[in-house]
């Protein structure tokens, strides 16, 4: 059973950083990403960024390029998102989800929600300004 585990959420002020941690079990292959969604009450779900566990290609939203890094420790069976110079508006519950069996326009879809096989419970992340 595939499972996804977050954490690191907590309040910071603005311009902080703060680092979220998935943690990922379950996955009998490589053929697999792993994103950051997030998720205001009343709003749809955001892509914030996602990471191919096959070659570590990388995707980010416009909204957070510059201050926000995906990485991942395979390993350790982790995805950490870094965020830095964090602003109000980057508050909100963060999941990380999994897609499995990427297709070739991955590039394209890695921000739909509805892609995405697995979840995690989520984290809240507040910022104060």
């Known amino acids: 059973e595939r499972q996804l585990v977050e954490s690191g959420g907590g309040l910071v002020q603005a311009g902080g950083s703060l680092r979220l941690s998935c943690a990922v079990s379950?996955?009998?292959?490589?053929?697999?990403?792993i994103a950051w969604f997030r998720q205001e009450p009343g709003a749809s779900r955001e892509g914030v960024a996602s990471i191919v566990r096959a070659d570590g290609t990388t995707h980010y939203a416009d909204s957070v390029k510059g201050r926000f890094a995906i990485s991942a420790d395979n390993a350790k069976n982790t995805v950490t998102l870094q965020m830095n110079n964090l602003k109000a508006e980057d508050s909100a519950t963060y999941y990380c989800?999994?897609?499995?069996?990427?297709?070739?326009?991955?590039?394209?879809?890695?921000?739909?929600?509805?892609?995405?096989?697995?979840w995690g419970h989520g984290t809240r992340v507040i910022v104060s300004s």
């Open positions: 989800a999994a897609e499995i069996h990427l297709s070739g326009d991955y590039v394209y879809t890695w921000p739909r929600a509805y892609e995405y096989d697995s």
């Open positions: 379950g996955f009998t292959s490589n053929d697999y990403a």
